[in-house]
């Protein structure tokens, strides 16, 4: 049975218990118009019953479907010849991925024998076998938690206590995914990470400066252990993230000073909604603004001068990415500076400062905490920003400084590493968790002392 | 008072000097806010001057023989492996007669795209009966024909240097005059899936494949997301663990989004074994990613509900779930709404993480369920953006125009829906 | 009847004495006093538009407004004001709240200007020179007409640097010994000094408020301007703090023409020696101020001060 079906059948079967308590509820006090004499309004009788009815079996369906993979797969292999049992780890993937695709009638990569024609078959017969039983536990399920919860209903049963108990632990649920989503970007990138540093030492990773994974991908030859130093590519990012921030900030603050202070309303009105239209561009469309349209202006205008511009230049990563950050910090900026007391900008302009003085010696420093604040996240904002850099940049890891050559970058490499074919157990792949780990650690970092300062600050004149 | 005139005349001194600095300052703020803004409009004069002419396509009129000797050799039409490429360059060579020998049929036949015998092949399926007739069709002329037809392939440049070659020209050129030559609206771009063919490219399948994400996506976020915010705003208590939830998720609204593309890969297809490319998975990534926009700004919806309104009901002898259930929520609905959409915004304009899962694979079948592999609509545009055929990269300006457009009316929505709510209590 | 609403300067609040809102509220009350309370009402409104009465020349007259109007967009938040300011004296600007006071005030050294929607009429003239003139500009014009605002507002920097910031930005003085001489001079002059002598470099915003109201007034006679403006300086102090703020006052009009807005009638009795009385944007009434808290010619005032409105 499909699970869409069972969960379509699951829903028809909480309607009806609904109206089963429901019903319960009313005849138990002698009809609809006895409802007062019910510790709960009638509905919550129903919706307890609906909820003893679903949840249960929705429990066992999300958990008999996280599991089932797992135990057919073991069912499978156990039921392979045992010269196949033998294989490597990596083969035996290997096999067992060819399985499953013949097995649901994709491209094979290799050629079927026919011990692997029938497993597929066995495994097609376990899948249908698993659901069968799913269905069957499921549905059953159901109805004896609906069944016993409707038993349980009578004159004083406190019901709409339970339901909302039951909501609140939802609600609870809901908020937790939050904390769970960083549990789990920790512990799928730390587990991964750990194991590439089984393979290269942290130290090779953190301080060697030679970056060429490539040669790794033949894993099972000997001595064919790529370089994984990561210099070149946090000197990479470092470059292209200073571009950016030599551009999106005294542009991002003169912008907001120039909202706040200079622009009449109706300039604000215009510039503002462009600037937000700016902030909500794709990166995807910045980095193919990068790729074909500044990086070939760069070469050329460099080539009118003299100078050797890269098709893939860190400047015309940079440049963009700059571009692209530019609302992020003038509306950072902009908030810092209308956080300062009216007051402060008065005093100032009473003692018979010009505008530009009271903005430069009273307003900016007095916002600066805030200011700071914005510029942390948004270089967070640069160091992981991926697309632009993934379509203008290059995956050349040049140690250079020079902005008209070309580097790579942290987020270049993952995307390189993990697009295409992985292998777990190849140094290769795993480095991209490292490097995952790296940004993770990085940004986290940035964010969390960025987002104090500015609250902290905000909390100043509050 | 000795030194009044004095402190005037210091202050009278010094006035050019900081008049000069007020002017070169207010010019500096003036030039900053114009850079973003002028960005913007070359930004958009590029991308419609590149990507509005994928919008038409140039087709060719072709009267073609639909001869049994060709397609039914054995009397047995078999839609899957008769040559209608044989019936279109047999029309092509009728019109074009002063073509000899292999290779300048060889590259007369280049002027016809892929497509022009599926054409033949999807006419001849539906209409069974028109076999043996002759039926004028116009099918789509090769990508290169489109490009010298919108003027961007040079002519004049030496023939080696341009994809097409002059004799080739020639024949376009003889084809236009004869009437034989359209531009029409592309409807291509809409209805096909991916193709290595630009005049056969289209971005349905992507589409496709963002509708199904962004399914997936708004019916996990939404309700888990305005849960979250309920629980926080209304009824967690003011402990650590609550601090530890709230700053965590401004965290996470921080955190780079190819880090959620490491999660999917390492939690939902590593470790849960879901599909790859399916936008199932994607669908939950973009969820993660989406979420913590949506709580904050659930939250602050739900912030805006004055206190009177729970307190009057409270005050009835509401629970305090009845309380946020039936008032504060549906006073908050606008705000978490307008939330929503702009996550979701967010989320179909993301790429990066979708990278990650393998939704960036070629896929030319247009996805038709949650598991089938599909691309993704930013996906698509760095796909092609990656294509070296002048005819890509203007589709892949269409397709950002696109992009841009389902971009501009979920703004526009979220923008109507904070205009109803801007009510005053 | 004609209801008009004011608003006075947007950081002034509207509150619930204005006249408008008394007599909707008299409506409800008992029968006995709306009849008593309303037909006197009437009367006064009816008074406002008049001329100013009682003598709005000083004797030795410094800045000089004449037929002075506000607008802030449609509203027309002043009237027809004219009222001289003498040297060495100190006059005070009483009456309701959103009668134009403050407004008036923050014409004399162009604030005005920073609202974009404010308009202003009419001529005002310091020592003989329109101040509102073209080629007149507003930062020379702030430097001799200072301005100390109701609430403190010390800059977040030290207290040296708050003193110091007039000078420095105007180019008062020629080197680091000359400035600390301006800030030792105005701290001493603000009675501020010994208390904070061992501590210049702390934040301003350390001291208590009436230390940084004190401070407010050091850094503005630090400029060494000609006249001080001040906008309810001590409606967020303590009455210690406003006593030695208005002893403060008293010395200072020795040098400097001093214009004070204040809510207290008290205040305005104990250090001005003229009082103006605004109200509904209309300069009802303007003497000595003896004159006006003995024997007040215009009903209004009388109202006013009596506590019948206000």
Redesign the interface.
């Known amino acids: 049975m499909q699970s869409t079906t069972l969960i379509l059948l699951l829903a028809l079967l909480a309607t009806a218990a609904f109206f089963f308590g429901r019903g319960r509820s009313l005849s138990l006090v002698g009809g609809p118009g006895h409802g007062p004499a019910l510790h709960s309004l009638p509905g919550y009788y129903g919706y307890f019953v609906a909820i003893w009815c679903v949840l249960p079996a929705l429990l066992l369906m999300s958990g008999w479907m996280l599991l089932e993979s797992r135990v057919v797969t073991a069912l499978v292999i156990a039921g392979l010849p045992e010269s196949y049992q033998l294989m490597p780890e990596g083969q035996l993937n290997l096999l067992i991925n060819n399985i499953q695709n013949l097995a649901s009638g994709d491209v094979v990569s290799v050629a079927v024998d026919e011990s692997m024609q029938a497993a597929a078959t066995e495994l097609n017969g376990y899948l249908t076998k698993s659901r069968q039983l799913l269905a069957a536990f499921a549905l059953g399920l159901a109805c004896l938690g609906g069944a016993l919860a409707w038993r349980r209903i009578d004159r004083d049963f406190r019901a709409r206590n339970r339901v909302e108990a039951v909501v609140r632990w939802l609600l609870i649920g809901a908020s937790s995914i939050a904390v769970l989503t960083t549990i789990g970007i920790v512990l799928s990138v730390l587990f991964e990470a750990i194991r590439f540093f089984q393979k290269v030492p942290a130290t090779e990773f953190l301080f060697g400066t030679t970056w060429s994974p490539q040669t790794a991908i033949r894993a099972d030859q000997v001595g064919s252990s790529g370089s994984f130093g990561a210099i070149p590519l946090f000197a990479g990012t470092m470059l292209i993230t200073s571009i950016a921030m030599v551009i999106a900030v005294p542009i991002g603050l003169m912008t907001a000073i120039y909202l706040a202070e200079y622009s009449t309303t109706r300039v604000r009105g215009i510039a503002k909604p462009l600037l937000e239209v700016l902030a909500g561009i794709p990166t995807v469309v910045y980095g193919f603004f990068a790729a074909l349209t500044v990086a070939p202006w760069l070469r050329s205008t460099g080539d009118s001068v003299g100078i050797a511009v890269s098709s893939e230049s860190a400047l015309a990563a940079g440049l963009v990415m700059g571009i692209m950050i530019i609302p992020l910090v003038s509306s950072l900026s902009d908030d810092a500076i209308n956080a300062v007391p009216s007051a402060m900008r008065d005093g100032a302009l009473g003692l018979g400062s010009t505008r530009s003085e009271t903005m430069t010696k009273v307003i900016l420093p007095a916002a600066l905490p805030g200011i700071v604040g914005g510029i942390l996240l948004a270089v967070s904002r640069a160091i992981g920003e991926t697309m632009i850099v993934v379509m203008a940049a290059g995956l050349a890891a040049n140690l250079t400084a020079n902005p008209f050559e070309a580097v790579t970058t942290v987020t270049v490499q993952i995307v390189t590493l993990l697009v295409g074919d992985q292998e777990f157990d190849s140094a290769k792949t795993l480095a991209a968790f490292a490097l995952g780990l790296m940004l993770f650690v990085v940004t986290l970092c940035l964010n969390v002392l960025g987002i104090s300062v500015v609250r902290k600050y905000r909390e100043q004149y509050d | 008072m000795s030194d009044t005139h004095s402190t005037a005349e210091k202050v009278a001194a010094g006035l050019g000097r900081r008049r000069r600095k007020e002017f070169v300052f207010r010019t500096l703020g003036m030039f900053a806010t114009g850079v973003g803004i002028l960005f913007l409009a070359v930004f958009f004069a590029t991308l419609i001057g590149n990507g509005a002419s994928a919008f038409k396509q140039t087709f060719m009129k072709l009267e073609v023989e639909l001869s049994a000797d060709i397609i039914a050799p054995g009397g047995e039409l078999d839609l899957v492996y008769a040559d209608f490429d044989g019936l279109t360059r047999a029309a092509l060579r009728d019109k074009l007669p002063d073509a000899s020998g292999r290779s300048q049929r060889r590259e007369m036949y280049r002027l016809l795209s892929a497509g022009a015998g599926y054409q033949v092949r999807d006419f001849l399926k539906a209409n069974p009966h028109t076999l043996g007739t002759t039926q004028t069709f116009w099918v789509p002329a090769a990508s290169n024909v489109d490009m010298l037809m919108k003027g961007n392939i040079d002519a004049t440049i030496d023939e080696t240097l341009r994809p097409l070659s002059d004799r080739q020209i020639a024949w376009i050129r003889s084809l236009d005059e004869a009437g034989d030559l359209e531009s029409r609206f592309n409807m291509a771009l809409f209805t096909n899936g991916d193709s290595r063919e630009p005049e056969l490219a289209g971005i349905k399948g992507a589409m496709m494949g963002s509708l199904f994400m962004l399914l997936v996506t708004i019916s996990l976020s939404f309700p888990i997301g305005v849960a979250a915010a309920i629980y926080l705003e209304e009824f967690a208590p003011k402990n650590r663990w609550s601090d530890l939830i709230e700053v965590n998720i401004n965290n996470l609204a921080a955190v780079p989004s190819i880090v959620f593309g490491l999660l999917g890969l390492a939690v939902f297809i590593n470790w849960m074994s879901l599909p790859r490319s399916a936008p199932l998975v994607g669908g939950l990534v973009l969820t993660l990613l989406t979420l913590p926009v949506i709580i904050i700004a659930s939250r602050a919806a739900i912030k805006a509900v004055p206190p009177s309104i729970r307190e009057a009901a409270l005050g009835l002898g509401a629970s305090q779930m009845q309380v946020v259930f039936h008032h504060v929520m549906p006073l908050a609905m606008p705000g978490m709404l307008t939330g929503t959409i702009i996550g979701m915004s967010r989320a179909l304009g993301e790429s990066a993480p979708l990278l990650m899962i393998g939704m960036v694979a070629f896929i030319v079948d247009v996805p038709t369920s949650f598991t089938d592999p599909a691309s993704a609509l930013p996906v698509q545009i760095y796909l092609w953006a990656d294509s070296p055929e002048r005819a890509f990269a203007e589709r892949t300006s269409a397709a950002i125009i696109v992009l841009l457009a389902f971009l501009l009316l979920m703004n526009l929505a979220a923008v109507i829906l904070r205009r109803r709510m801007e009510r005053k209590w | 009847m004609n209801i008009v609403v004011m608003t006075d300067n947007p ?1 002034e609040k509207q509150d619930s004495t204005s006249p408008v809102v008394e007599v909707n509220s008299l409506e409800q009350s008992t029968q006995h006093r709306l009849q008593v309370a309303l037909p006197e009402f009437t009367e006064q409104a009816t008074d406002v538009g008049g001329e100013t009465v009682g003598n709005v020349r000083a004797e030795n007259p410094f800045m000089v407004a004449e037929n002075v109007n506000v607008y802030y967009g449609d509203n027309h938040a002043i009237r027809d004001v004219s009222l001289e300011i003498g040297k060495k004296q100190v006059v005070a600007l009483i009456g309701p709240s959103g009668c134009g006071k403050s407004t008036f005030l923050r014409c004399l ?1 162009r ?1 005005n200007d ?1 609202i ?1 929607t404010a308009r202003v009429t009419g001529m005002i003239t310091l020592d003989g020179e329109d101040i509102n003139r073209k080629a007149q ?1 507003p ?6 007409v ?4 109701q ?1 403190p ?5 030290s207290i040296y640097d708050n003193v110091a ?2 000078p420095r ?4 003085a020629v080197d680091r010994a000359e400035l600390d001489s301006i800030v030792h001079t105005s701290l001493e002059r603000a009675g501020l000094l010994k208390e904070v002598k061992d501590r210049l470099e702390d934040p301003g915003t350390s001291l208590s408020g009436g230390q940084q109201q004190r401070l ?1 007034i050091a ?2 006679i630090a ?4 006249v001080i403006l001040m906008d309810e300086p001590c409606s967020a102090l303590d009455p210690i703090a406003t006593a030695r703020i208005e002893d403060l006052m008293d010395e200072l009009c020795e ?2 023409a001093i214009v004070i807005v204040t809510h207290s009638m008290q205040q305005a009795a104990r250090v001005s020696r003229r009082v103006a009385y605004f109200h509904l944007g209309h300069l009802v009434e303007v003497d000595d101020t003896d004159r006006v808290f003995t024997n007040p010619r215009h009903k209004l005032t009388e109202d006013y001060i009596t506590g019948r409105i206000g």
């Open positions: 950081t050294n604030m920073s974009d500009d930062v020379a014009l702030r430097a001799r200072g301005m100390v605002f609430k507002n010390p800059f977040p920097k910031y007039g930005i105007h180019g008062l407010c850094r503005t400029v060494n301007p000609e040098d400097y």
